[in-house]
């Protein structure tokens, strides 16, 4: 940390969009450090962008002398400028690579590497930044191919909540997925059409979409098994009845940088499922099952698991979350990292 009576580090922090991941880290340097946010609203269109990044360039031409760090979620356009202001004036930069930034799925058409142009964007932010944060082992490896001379240090991405030991025994034989799942590239980024066969193979079982937006995608939501049950998006309160609730917790995404609805279901005791997609591993390390995208081989492990009791109990899938991806675990490693440039 740093030293007592010692000026505090002035630091600008850069974003698209303040999520909860986010918003995680402006809290945690903010209760430090001197934090100013500074919002680059996403759009589409060179054009558009043109003059996001002009706003964004007349700000740093009049203020960014003040700041001694420039702290940007994502690479992107929104980077591209405060880390290349910080290498022209010796100043330090961070950007934390969250996954989309170092990610190209043609066919889906999703990843900022699908555009040249927007991929050129990425790459520079990285390879001139002072160091890279990604959040998963990963997203680690797939910055150091893009970005190989960097600084690169990976902190895990964190959940804020982690499920009460009294409420883990309120489990019901529920199979639980969440995500925001928009639009048709969503649902099959997330896996939703793998959970909808799985569900139709057990119609015993109750399973359960979180965060569908089903006006978009009534389409694909026809003729649908009787024991599915839809939800729109949540507030987290409400969230978090679901996650105490459901038994198993089941991601098949075809991309996941870490997945953080894992991690929160985890912290309440869910049993993981999840494709060997991405940091997805990672996170469920040896308390959960890795599934290739076959729907009988997982409608049989669910089965299995609601049938059973045995370990690992929901007590140690809970444990694991806490040790490892707490936000005060994050918060230790941001701020140390800070404290040293």
């Not at 997609?277 to 729907?295: A, K, L, Q, S």
């Not at 675990?329 to 440039?341: C, F, N, P, Q, Y």
């Amino acid at each position: 940390m740093s030293q007592k009576g010692a000026k505090k580090k002035s630091i600008l922090f850069v974003y698209t969009s303040f999520s909860t991941f986010v918003n995680n880290d402006y809290n945690i340097i903010s209760s430090t450090y001197s934090v100013q946010k500074y919002h680059y609203t996403p759009v589409r269109g060179i054009l558009k962008n043109a003059y996001q990044i002009c706003k964004l360039f007349l700000f740093l031409l009049i203020f960014g002398r003040k700041f001694d760090l420039f702290y940007c979620w994502f690479a992107d356009y929104h980077s591209f400028l405060p880390v290349l202001y910080a290498k022209i004036f010796r100043k330090k930069s961070f950007v934390v690579i969250g996954g989309y930034d170092v990610c190209r799925i043609r066919k889906l058409k999703y990843g900022a590497f699908c555009t040249p142009f927007r991929g050129w964007f990425c790459a520079n932010s990285m390879k001139m930044a002072s160091c890279i944060l990604p959040v998963s082992g990963h997203v680690d490896r797939k910055a150091k191919t893009i970005a190989p001379l960097t600084r690169r240090k990976m902190i895990y991405n964190c959940v804020t909540f982690d499920g009460p030991e009294e409420n883990l025994s309120l489990k019901s034989n529920t199979v639980l997925t969440v995500g925001l799942i928009n639009n048709e590239r969503t649902f099959f980024l997330k896996g939703i059409d793998t959970f909808i066969e799985t569900a139709r193979i057990l119609p015993e079982i109750k399973f359960e979409i979180v965060g569908i937006n089903q006006s978009n995608l009534a389409h694909k939501l026809q003729n649908l098994p009787v024991n599915i049950a839809l939800y729109d998006k949540v507030k987290p309160v409400e969230l978090n009845d679901f996650y105490r609730k459901a038994k198993i917790y089941c991601q098949f995404s075809r991309s996941e940088s870490f997945g953080v609805s894992i991690a929160e279901a985890m912290s309440f005791g869910a049993f993981p499922i999840v494709t060997g997609e991405g940091g997805m591993p990672e996170v469920i390390g040896t308390v959960g099952t890795i599934v290739d995208r076959d729907t009988q081989q997982i409608a049989g492990i669910i089965r299995e698991r609601i049938l059973k009791d045995g370990y690992p109990d929901e007590k140690t899938i809970s444990l694991r979350v806490t040790n490892l991806f707490s936000l005060q675990k994050r918060g230790e490693s941001i701020l140390k990292l800070i404290d040293t440039v």
